[in-house]
């Protein structure tokens, strides 16, 4: 079985650029999520999608982050403009979701750095 | 406010002893807890979880020890294996794993041969 797929892996960019990652969660997961990872620090949650629906992006700075999941599949996150301090690994992770106690697969991430 | 916390940002053992990797957390709603092993270049990779429903939960070498009242979990691994060499992150959740997971900030384990 394929685990979750992110592209890129590594993204160097400029700030104030716009950037974009791409996920692909395991087949048949019907719920996905973004996290951030700084540095030294554990992932947090920026947005969870139930299929198409995002159910939790309290967390998602939307001045300039954005999400989409088209069709209940794979999912986008872009940064625009990005900032230095958005530097850091983004990981997509995908579970079930359809009973409780469902665990949760990631992917490699994408390292992003703002210079 | 971190509401799950790896108090030892890293920990040494010997191939063949005991490692014991410990977790608190503030937050008692929580009811559910995992384990995740990261490597390097690689994303958290699950390994053990247990319901508060719970004390112990047991697979092959890992073991995770659940107490509610101390709200306290250690993981233990036994024998440690070089393999075992990575960071490992406590992770807690309400109402199951399918709701965000809160992530502590990790200990790194070095199992020297």
């Known amino acids: 079985e394929a685990g979750v797929v992110q592209s890129p892996r590594y993204k160097i960019i400029e700030k104030k650029q716009p950037v974009a990652f791409w996920c692909n969660p395991i087949?048949?997961?019907?719920?996905l999520y973004w996290y951030l990872q700084n540095l030294g620090q554990g992932p947090e949650l920026l947005i969870r999608?139930?299929?198409?629906?995002?159910?939790?992006d309290s967390q998602l700075p939307k001045d300039r982050f954005s999400a989409e999941r088209l069709k209940g599949v794979d999912s986008t996150l872009k940064i625009q403009p990005a900032e230095l301090g958005d530097s850091a690994v983004y990981l997509c992770?995908?579970?079930?979701?359809?009973?409780?106690?469902?665990?949760?697969?990631f992917g490699p991430g994408t390292r992003l750095t703002v210079l | 406010d971190q509401q799950v916390k790896q108090n030892s940002p890293s920990l040494s053992v010997q191939e063949g002893r005991i490692s014991i990797l410990n977790c608190d957390y503030t937050?008692?709603?929580?009811?559910?807890f995992l384990w995740y092993k990261k490597y390097p270049a690689e994303g958290p990779t699950f390994l053990i979880s247990?319901?508060?429903?719970?004390d112990k939960n047991e697979d092959g070498r890992f073991t995770v020890f659940l107490n509610k009242s101390a709200k306290h979990l250690s993981l233990h691994i036994v024998p440690s294996q070089p393999g075992d060499s990575a960071v490992y992150f406590c992770?807690?959740?309400?109402?199951?794993?399918?709701?965000?997971?809160?992530f502590g900030k990790g200990t790194k384990l070095t199992v020297n041969p």
């Open positions: 992770a807690a959740s309400i109402q199951g794993g399918s709701e965000k997971l809160v």
């Open positions: 247990i319901s508060s429903i719970k």
């Open positions: 087949s048949g997961h019907n719920t």
């Open positions: 992770a995908s579970s079930l979701g359809n009973d409780l106690y469902n665990e949760q697969f």
């Open positions: 999608y139930e299929n198409e629906e995002a159910v939790d």
């Open positions: 937050n008692s709603m929580f009811d559910y």
